[in-house]
């Protein structure tokens, strides 16, 4: 009977933490940081072809397995059940978590994935669309909130009467956070469809990375505005944004707020439908798994079959799971992978793969080193926090394993030229 309410403290208390944290992640230096591997390497699949050349085929091989399983499968999935769970609050049925829910959540991303498989034109004018409305509507709101009569702002001044931080708790949070950013670094991953990415990735990756920074912070202080943390904290834990409308303006305009994040979580699903099935093309291409991936349709360019393999996956992880338990199983691996991919920088430097110019991260090694450090650390804690979680990222990375030597020694069998290191000098 004493492990429930233990738990239940545990629960509030994570939070509290994501609450709090949410308003101090900032990543430019993240961007800052990476900016090198795409402007020395700008070519489709992103991480896994960083990874690729600093560590060969292998550890290429389990980022990529990875993104297809965990950074791009589980967070379209989770992504999509967020969707249902606003897009109910609007239209209330007797059973948000039953398969209503679920129905929604694959009929948004069949959709999304219909309009990207049909062509890049079509399916950029989606984005576009999409990214445009949501920053008008979150502009609108930042205004009205900033102002708002019901605003206080007393807790500038207040200290917060909380016990401290635990560690563990805060290194979860941070994982939960990650989450907020880990779309900074797509445009790598579709290098090859941007136009001069020498000259774009920077200004796309660091321009729009502080962008999107200072919308997070200015949403942050419109919720702080309007509800103490501790309010904030309180369940159900992921409306924050409606609560916080509602707590300025009325009830009524939660529902306003629920429209402009439905219409934010579909733009997040088709984002990552666009630029996830790019890594298991690339993957296909180096022929560590599939070639049936590689394939391209020949009329609109794109790789509609590695579309629709994400879509499936994604599709079975909306049928199975929660919205909670994606986020914890998978932001544990991203982080992981997410150090790995930074830690790209020092061999790839070293060995001078870029013949022309190129952008440089500044700080170097320091800050490159100090990212590492702090992502470790992350991954470390939230381990001991939530080992159950941990154990199942784990085991979903091992079991990419089988398949890598599978498709390895099927290469070598039909005589196929094998995956081999690009890094040897």
């Known amino acids: 009977m004493g492990a429930a309410p233990r738990r239940d403290r545990e629960d509030r208390g994570l939070r509290l933490q994501r609450a709090r944290v949410d308003i101090l992640e900032t990543p430019q230096h993240r961007v800052m940081r990476k900016g090198d591997g795409p402007m020395r390497l700008p070519h489709a699949g992103g991480d896994y072809v960083y990874l690729r050349e600093a560590y060969g085929p292998l550890v290429a091989f389990l980022s990529g397995w990875t993104s297809f399983t965990i950074g791009f499968g589980a967070a379209v999935a989770a992504s999509a059940i967020s969707f249902s769970a606003y897009a109910f609050r609007l239209f209330p049925v007797m059973d948000e978590t039953g398969w209503w829910a679920k129905g929604l959540s694959l009929a948004l991303l069949w959709l999304v994935t219909l309009v990207h498989c049909r062509g890049l034109a079509g399916g950029g004018r989606l984005q576009r669309a999409i990214t445009s409305t949501k920053v008008l509507a979150i502009g609108v709101l930042i205004l009205g909130g900033l102002s708002a009569s019901a605003a206080h702002w007393d807790w500038l001044s207040e200290r917060p009467s909380m016990e401290p931080s635990k560690t563990g708790s805060l290194a979860v949070a941070l994982v939960i956070v990650i989450y907020c950013y880990l779309g900074w670094n797509v445009a790598g991953f579709i290098a090859t469809e941007i136009t001069d990415p020498r000259r774009m990735l920077p200004r796309v990756m660091i321009g729009g990375t502080m962008f999107v920074s200072a919308i997070y912070v200015l949403l942050n202080l419109v919720y702080l505005s309007a509800l103490s943390i501790d309010e904030l904290a309180q369940e159900p834990i992921v409306p924050v944004a409606e609560k916080s409308a509602a707590a300025l303006w009325g009830a009524e305009s939660g529902h306003l707020v629920a429209v402009l994040l439905c219409l934010s979580i579909a733009g997040a699903v088709s984002a990552m439908t666009w630029a996830g099935p790019r890594v298991y093309w690339a993957m296909a291409q180096d022929g560590v798994i599939t070639p049936w991936l590689a394939y391209r349709h020949p009329a609109t360019g794109v790789p509609a079959r590695a579309i629709l393999f994400q879509t499936l996956w994604a599709s079975g992880l909306i049928l199975s799971g929660t919205f909670e338990q994606l986020i914890i199983y998978s932001g544990m691996v991203?982080?992981?992978?997410?150090?790995?991919?930074?830690?790209?920088i020092f061999p790839l430097r070293s060995r001078g793969l870029d013949q022309g110019p190129a952008y440089c991260s500044p700080?170097?090694?320091?800050?490159?080193?100090?990212?590492i450090v702090v992502a470790t650390l992350i991954v470390g804690s939230s381990v001991v926090q939530r080992p159950v979680e941990?154990?199942?990222?784990?085991?979903?990375v091992a079991a990419g394993l089988p398949f890598y030597f599978y498709w390895k020694a099927k290469n070598v069998r039909t005589g196929r030229q094998e995956v081999t290191d690009r890094n040897c000098s």
């Not at 991203?334 to 790209?344: D, E, K, P, R």
């Not at 700080?363 to 990212?371: D, E, F, I």
């Not at 941990?390 to 979903?396: E, I, P, V």
């Open 390 to 396: 941990a154990l199942y990222g784990a085991a979903t």
């Open 363 to 371: 700080w170097y090694p320091v800050l490159p080193t100090l990212l």
């Open 334 to 344: 991203l982080a992981f992978f997410m150090g790995l991919t930074l830690s790209t």
